[in-house]
């Protein structure tokens, strides 16, 4: 395959600004000449040493946290910006989607701006003229199409950006986390019209958080962390590691902040004959772990000791949503477990087979209590741990459910 | 050198768009607009010849002519050296996010004032007739000084908006000088008034030889020296130069600082 965008060595530094880096006015240049004072910028590396190849009709998808280097490795591809050092070489026009409606002048109306932009992106007078009505059928403004562009929404501002950018008909389309465009009909155009230039053999380079996105567009993946390229190869793969690289990070700062919370925001209470002295949130293969699946099994193992003995005693759990709602409260009582005598010390395990939770944050209260409600110690809301999802659904917990689908034979009489 | 020339050239067919963009907001009530255009002008024009030719009594002869042949120039160039001089940063959004030639915003500028020139240029020939003075086929050369005129602040103002990005106070000086440097050009008082022993500090202003061009050919019915339009084209390109040095060391860190 012919290759459309090929990155050697690239990297890519910025200056500071402020400070006593490098004057911003005349006056501060003026002093600084005359104090001697020698203006050296200070400079941070954005990427570095970055290589890339992208064939011809591959789906590139760029993926990292904020500040990890992505959108600047687009500009770059987009010759926004030039690498300090290497090569960027492209073929083909190239249409960045990275801001919609940059350069629209507030003045002047809709179609004219179509002309100008689309002529900024490289397009000649003559092609302008012969798009400008699909592209105005595309951002389907309806009479606003002759309205100086100040009056418009953000949404019609950026419908009409996506539009000429699309129409532009790049070899090369560059794309940075502009998908979410307006309403659901227009976003469903987007997407379509993406898709059909993934059909017809262009080149995307999509710059994303969404992993989900990456995974159902992109052939190809890069991992940028601190301007470096961590992974890349297949999504699955790439994803894969990402997902984990986060989930540990998350997990030792929740590890961090559970443990540490117990005197402030939680609470704990009860007489404290029989004392929970610790809870270990692990997961199948018994790794403590704050940041779940969802579906994942969750296993949490308390440690006791009984200060002075007690004939009966209930352990119970509770899950909160960290704003407070309570999904599930249940005890060894309420179950009809049996709690035998507890030792002096000794450890309790539950075991939630399947967290069917969605995305979000959760607290994890247990409690042990006398059979009469009195309690010996009671852990509110002194654990947490955060529920991760790809699905996209929303609320509390996935029911389980199935769809049936059952078209009427055509001429059949109800 | 070339390369950042030929940038605009490439991009020559937006630059005219930008310029009718800039024309059309203007004029966008057509005959008010144009008003608006030749006010400014016209204004000056009368409150200069009140206090020169009326209160102070310069002796030359249809002062109200001399002095609106050496303003529409000066219009020009002082208009295309304000607006042009926050282009750029007025443009931040744009020429961050679109690959895109930022020197062509300045020449934008220079452009869409030069239209407003032209476009007052005929009130200036209607006065002069009106006023019973001949014009003469040296108004045939009168597009030498123009593109000479052009090319000088192509180049100022190119290099103004660049360094703009990067002194943002570079504004606030720019009006000072800009109101000096009218009273420092023969523009209400011929260049010849000046005494001998100062004659030399006029050439000092790159803006003398050319303004005076467009005095004889407007004003005083006669073709311009040579020596004043060579010692402008001169002065040109040599801005020109300037220009291109500066464009090139800034032309790729404006995007990232704008």
Redesign the interface.
Known sequence: MPVAIELVDISKR??L?GGHSQ?????S?VVDFFLRRAASPERFAVLQDIDLLVEQGRTLGIIGRNGSGKSTLLKLI?????PDAGRVVTHGR?A?L??LG??F?P??SGR?NI??NA???GL??REVLARVDKIIDFADLGGFIDEPTRVYSSGMYMRLGFSVAIHVDPDILLIDEVLAIGDESFAKKCTDRISEFRRRGKTIVLVTHDTGLVQRWCDDVIWLDGGIVRASGSPKKVIDLYHQAIAEQESDVLAQSYRTTEAEAGQRWGNRQVEIVRVRLTDRDGQERYVYESGESMTATFAYRVAKPVSESVFSFAILRADGLWIYSTNTALRQVIVPALGATGEVTLTVERLDLLVGSYFFDVAVHAPDGAPYDYHSRLYGFTIRSDSGEIGVAPLPHRWRFQPADEGSVD | MLNFLSELFVYR??LL??VF?DL??RY?GSVLGLLWTLLNPLLLMATYSLVFAVYVRVEIPEYPIFVFSGLLPWIWFSSALMSGANSIVD?G????????APQVLPAVAVTATLVNFLLALPLLLAFALSWGLPITWAILLLPIPIAIQFVFTLALTITVSMLGV?????NH?LGNVVTLWFFLTPIVYPATSVPDRFRASLLVNPLTPLIVSFQDILYRGRPPEVLNLALAAVVALLALMAAVAVGRRLR??I???V
């Open positions: 910025f200056r600004q004057p911003t006015t005349l006056k240049a987009a010759g926004i910006y030039r190239i960045a990275i801001e940059a350069g002048h003045e002047l004219e002309i100008i002529m900024m992106l000649s007078r | 067919q937006v768009v930008l963009r059309k907001a966008r443009a959004t744009l020429i961050k996010r679109v690959a895109f990067r002194y943002r106070d570079l000086l790729w860190t995007v990232e600082q």
